[in-house]
């Protein structure tokens, strides 16, 4: 079966033919800048896909939603991470995440950890901080420990096309292993079809 060749970022392109591409943060960072979208360093890649796909369908160039994109001063790391700090400068790095799970562990000691935990604590956080909600890193780890406890897939998030193909195929794939969750994926992103687990399927089984 032949699928049509991955089409070039172009101011042109349809919405469709976006999603059915897979963008590098490099190319979605340049192809951005391009358009007029700022401040680009300061946005993750999801949020710059969602300005694109608002450009594309409008030709207008949207503000991003979140303001507090500045993050100045002494780095929390740099404070030394403890229950009571108050989470400022926040740094997304191994030494962050361990001390988190640590002290998750200690709360809690047969918590497992739950395939999108990660990835929701941090939007929540954002969030709280963009409503200039108070919150240190106690409040990050019981947030953790809840997320990580609730029962179920959780409800998939538009961005998070890599979480929630895994989370569809792991729970879809009898005894597939999460390598070969990722084998797939890997192969999904070079496909021009949405990236997403039933299109997956249907490209597999049209193989046949």
Request: glycine share 4%.
């Amino acid at each position: 079966m032949n699928m049509p060749k991955k089409p070039q970022l172009s101011s042109s392109m349809t919405v469709e033919q976006f999603d059915n591409g897979y963008w590098y943060a490099v190319e979605i960072k340049a192809f951005a800048k391009s358009i007029g979208i700022t401040p680009v360093a300061k946005l993750r890649k999801d949020e710059l896909e969602v300005l694109i796909r608002h450009f594309l369908r409008t030709g207008e160039v949207k503000s991003p939603a979140r303001k507090k994109l500045s993050k100045k001063g002494v780095k929390d790391t740099e404070k030394g991470l403890r229950l009571a700090l108050p989470v400022i400068n926040y740094t997304s790095n191994k030494q962050t995440k361990d001390f988190i799970v640590r002290e998750a562990l200690k709360i809690e000691p047969e918590l497992k950890r739950k395939s999108g935990a990660r990835y929701r604590l941090n939007r929540w956080r954002e969030q709280q901080l963009e409503q200039g909600t108070n919150i240190t890193y106690a409040d990050l780890v019981q947030q953790y420990i809840k997320l990580n406890q609730i029962e179920g897939s959780f409800p998939q998030a538009p961005s998070g096309r890599y979480i929630n193909f895994l989370s569809d195929f792991l729970g879809t794939e009898k005894r597939a292993t999460h390598q070969e969750a990722i084998e797939a994926w890997q192969q999904l992103k070079t496909l021009n079809i949405p990236k997403n687990y039933t299109a997956w399927k249907q490209y597999q089984q049209a193989k046949k």
